[in-house]
């Protein structure tokens, strides 16, 4: 198992600090005397927490399941073939080094709260004296019958690969002589993930799909999407709903509001009125709960197995125990699972570590709303800040802009910038649409037509 020390920067980080206020004790003795802080995910919030603890003389372990880091706001765009699978990934390590951290891969396990140590599925374990929480969430089905079964979700790098290759292998199977059946996406969930996955497949179909699949009927690809709540997008102001909602119908997806599923086939999704609509790909966007590694940690939860936390961000009934970003259900301040209030808490930990390193007391976090934005669609983007709401061309630019600007790694935002800015630009003459692989050859759904 890798040893949990500091690496050498970190060390003599430290000991320029510890300097100022005692004198200089050998290099060993100051990294041994440093508090150990690990953070459990390296998402907005885990990445967050990192970053601040720099320089704060604490020797920081971030521990993942994978070596990269997820881009989520753009995952669709892999899904839809317009991004590459490395366009929306940041390996950790470069991350880690840059910031005098070290990265331990792995799968959390289990923690032992008298002892302070993560363990870990690999069979290692990781000794703390701080630990930040920021495991992020996983589809959440509400118990419907064939949903987890049947339905793909967008909340990893892998789920955006299988929808994809399924999406392409499903086009390939109709573009074959004789194979002219229809193909039905369902998205069950109208929030912005939905939106955007529905308007996004419905410019691929209504401006690539002459270009990229010609022996394609454009007319085959229904679009539908589900919501049970009366109105797209909820946390936005009506106005900016009501013109997502007019986007996507006039782009030709059929939107249901007020509508609930009861069950998920391979190829149709049971309404609440026992009404069957085909689906040959069912999308689930729908909510979020905390994965199972999280609910079986023996810590308080609430709603979704989410973590319940005091206002300062500690878990409940535990000192040095945090929990961040979507896993994180705050009392009495429930927040939107968004990447804004994960980067605002994952900073908010970190400064309650120092100021608990310091022999301070902590503060309560406050979230400071600077707004969202969803897309619709090419040239179609809904904004809403604290005194601003616009719509249109300049949101979805502004969207661009900032989603661009907030990815990981110069390589990734220019990747990112030149494959959008080929897909948006030469739809009508290339398709612009990446290759995919078949499902059966990487072992996920199969079964293409």
Sequence with gaps: MPSTGSSSTAAQSGAAQSTKSRPAQPEAAQSEAAPRVVVVGGGFGGLSAMKALVRSGARVTLVDRNAYSTF???????????????????PLRAVTRRKDARFRRGVLAGVDLANRTIALSDGGSVGYDYLILATGVSAAFFGITGAAENCFSLYTRRDAIMLRNQLIADLEWRSLPGQAAGLAVTIVGGGATGIELAGTLADLRNIALPAAFPDVDPACLQLRLIEQAPSLITPFEPGLRDYAHRQLQARGVEVRLGTSISAVSARSVRLADGTDLPSDITVWAAGVSAPELVTGLGLPTGHGGRVITDPDLR?????????????ALIDGQPLAQLAQPAIQQGRHAAAQVRRLMAGQGTVAFRYHDKGTMATIGRRSAVVQLRHLRFRGTIAWLAWLGLHLVTLLGGRNQISALVNLSWRYLTWKRTGGVLAGDEPAETGELAGAG
């Design 72 to 90: 989520q706001p753009l995952l669709y765009q892999v899904a839809t073939a317009g991004l590459a699978t490395s366009d929306v990934a940041y």
């Design 315 to 327: 878990v409940r009934g535990q000192d040095r125990v945090f929990a961040v970003g979507d896993v």
